[in-house]
Structures are given as C-alpha cells and as structure tokens.
C-alpha cells in the first residue's frame, strides 16, 4: 500500500490523506469539501495541506512541501489560495458575494484558485444562500473547502453539494508523540496536554505554545466548579457573566461536555481514563454524590446549549436554563499538593 500521509505535513488522519491522495492522481477531484470535526481537530492544516496538493509544482509528489508554490501556501501568500473567515461572530454575506467575484478571474500562478472557508458553521443564512450558486454553478479551476465544528445548521443543499471529509479525534498517544517530537515538549507536559486535548491535535500545539490556553481552562472550570454550590440567584449572575460572548462561551461549552463525560465515566467505571485529569478530585465528588441520571441531565443541558448558539434562541435564557439543570453540591477543595 503507498503510504500518501508522509507527503502531507499533518499528524494523523491517514485515511481521509489517502481519499484525496487518491482522488488527485486519478484527477476526480471534486468542486466542493466539507471538512467537518471538533475545533482544533486539524481542519484548517488538512485544508492548507490540500491547497498546497493542488498547486504543488512537483512532477514526483505533491505536495512535496519545499517548493515555492507549497511555501507560499504554507505561509497564506499564495496569490490562488485564499482563507476567509467571519468577521465578528458570523459569516457574512458580503463575504460570500465578494469571495464570488474572485472566483470568477483565472488563477493567477497556481493551477486551481482555492479558496477555504472557515468555521462556515457561523455562516449567516443569507451567506448560505449566497454560496449554493457558486456550488451549483462551479467555475473551472476553482475549488472550494469549507470547515465546519458541525454540520447540523447547515443548509441540506449545502450539504449535499460538498464531498464531505468528517475527521476523527486522534488517539492520545499519538498528540503526545506530536508534541514531544515535532514542539519538544517535556513529556510530563506533553502527556498532560494530550489526555486535556481530548484528541485535537491543534488544542494541543496551542496550549504549548500560550499559556492564556490552560489558564483560560482553569478559570473555566472553576467557574463550573462554582456553580455547583451557587443558588439560583448567583447562577443567574453567571448567566450573565459568561452568555456576553458567544465565541467564548462556544469554547466553554466544549470544555464542560469533556467535563460532564468524565464525571459520567467515573459513576459508571474505576478503570476509565478521564481527559481532565487534573480535576480528578472534584470529579470523584461528583461521582460518588450525584445520580448518574443528573450528571447525563448536566451532558445533556451543555450540548443543548451548545446547539443553541448556532440557532435564533437567546443566548441569557439559554445559559440560565443550562445553569439551573445542573447538580446542587458543594465540592471540598483538594489536599494539599493535590490538583483538582
């Protein structure tokens, strides 16, 4: 079998690799993807790394990674390849329209114009409409990649118009191989950093690199944490304390259904490897005090929420109702040299 992932400078996803690997050298490349998977999963590397396949000079293999096409899509110079993301919040519809404009000029110096469309699941409804002409109607030489956390508000033409490419969380051993050979992460860190990925490979790297990614993290958690114990009138507060941006409130949300899933492993299993596992202290609380039922309401009110911030439904109200389901207790603070 050829290996194609040692030509693409990503970590893992080896089988979606292969599908446009060999969609290239059978020249059956599509007009449209749909590259979809949680945030930091590696959509917007597996999208450049695609950009650079397309306009790669090499005659051997593409990408090849040292030309000077791959170099300028590496570093977002490339004159053909273009990233567009919303502005604010959302996706525009003056985005799309002027995107559009582009597309119909030739490619300047590359093969294929290429043009990826981050976090399209902010996309406005409007900008969804906008794009399904441009789907329907391609352009020669043109190519479209969009990435989204999720699918499900979006358009079912949209959907239906896009190979879709779903990429999977990766194993935990293989991020911590990442970072400790590619980043040179101390393996302590490194590990830490893996289980708390969950999988996402990008997290990852980020969190190595800045440190506001764990304490951001921490304050997060605390503020869950916090919840449990406050009445109705200090989560109300909360409410309104965190609902005020929908970006970070999104990644919050996130962070708490890793949270509520290892709570709901631990009531169920001794043996079940947990990704916050520095907060392993609180979590047994929470496994051993509340109903396995009320932990899977607290899941299931988070990703209720979650889906909530991409529909016209009041960000307050929501963020109320989430706080209210969750569990009444009051968690005893670590020992002392012990985290979480």
């Given at each position: 079998m050829i290996d194609y992932t040692a030509d693409w400078q990503i970590t893992g996803h080896a089988w979606a690799v292969r599908h446009i690997a060999r969609s290239l050298s059978n020249d059956r490349i599509r007009h449209a993807y749909l590259i979809s998977g949680p945030a930091g999963i590696g959509k917007t590397t597996f999208a450049r790394n695609f950009a650079m396949a397309m306009n790669c000079l090499s005659k051997e293999k593409r990408p090849c990674g040292v030309c000077r096409a791959c170099q300028l899509i590496r570093e977002d110079h490339h004159a053909d390849v273009n990233i567009i993301q919303g502005e604010g919040e959302r996706l525009k519809v003056d985005q799309v329209r002027a995107l559009q404009a582009q597309l119909s000029m030739r490619p300047v110096e590359g093969r294929y114009r290429v043009v990826i469309l981050r976090r399209f699941h902010t996309a406005t409804a409007e900008a969804m409409d906008a794009l399904l002409k441009t789907l329907e109607e391609p352009a020669p030489a043109v190519l479209l990649l969009l990435t989204a956390d999720t699918t499900d508000n979006l358009l079912p033409t949209i959907r239906s118009r896009c190979q879709p490419i779903n990429l999977r969380l990766l194993p935990v051993p293989l991020v911590r191989k990442l970072l400790e050979e590619q980043h040179l992460i101390k393996p302590e860190q490194a590990a830490l950093l893996a289980a708390l990925s969950g999988g996402r490979p990008g997290w990852a790297v980020r969190a190595a690199g800045d440190e506001t990614v764990l304490g951001k993290r921490s304050e997060w958690l605390k503020q869950l944490e916090d919840a449990l114990s406050m009445s109705r009138v200090g989560r109300f507060g909360l409410a309104e304390q965190i609902s005020k941006d929908k970006d970070?409130?999104?990644?919050?949300?996130?962070?708490?259904?890793?949270?509520?899933?290892?709570?709901?492993?631990?009531?169920?299993?001794?043996?079940?490897?947990?990704?916050?596992?520095?907060?392993?202290?609180?979590?047994?609380?929470?496994?051993?005090?509340?109903?396995?039922?009320?932990?899977l309401k607290a899941l299931n009110a988070v990703q209720r929420t979650a889906k909530?911030?991409?529909?016209?439904?009041?960000?307050?109200?929501?963020?109320?109702?989430?706080?209210?389901?969750?569990?009444?207790?009051?968690?005893?603070?670590?020992?002392?040299?012990?985290?979480?």
């Open positions: 970070t409130l999104r990644q919050m949300l996130e962070l708490w259904q890793s949270y509520w899933r290892d709570a709901l492993h631990m009531a169920n299993t001794t043996v079940t490897p947990i990704t916050n596992r520095d907060h392993d202290h609180a979590l047994r609380q929470i496994a051993t005090k509340v109903q396995v039922d009320d932990i909530y911030l991409d529909e016209n439904v009041n960000t307050r109200l929501s963020v109320e109702v989430l706080l209210l389901d969750l569990p009444r207790l009051r968690l005893n603070p670590a020992p002392p040299g012990m985290v979480g």
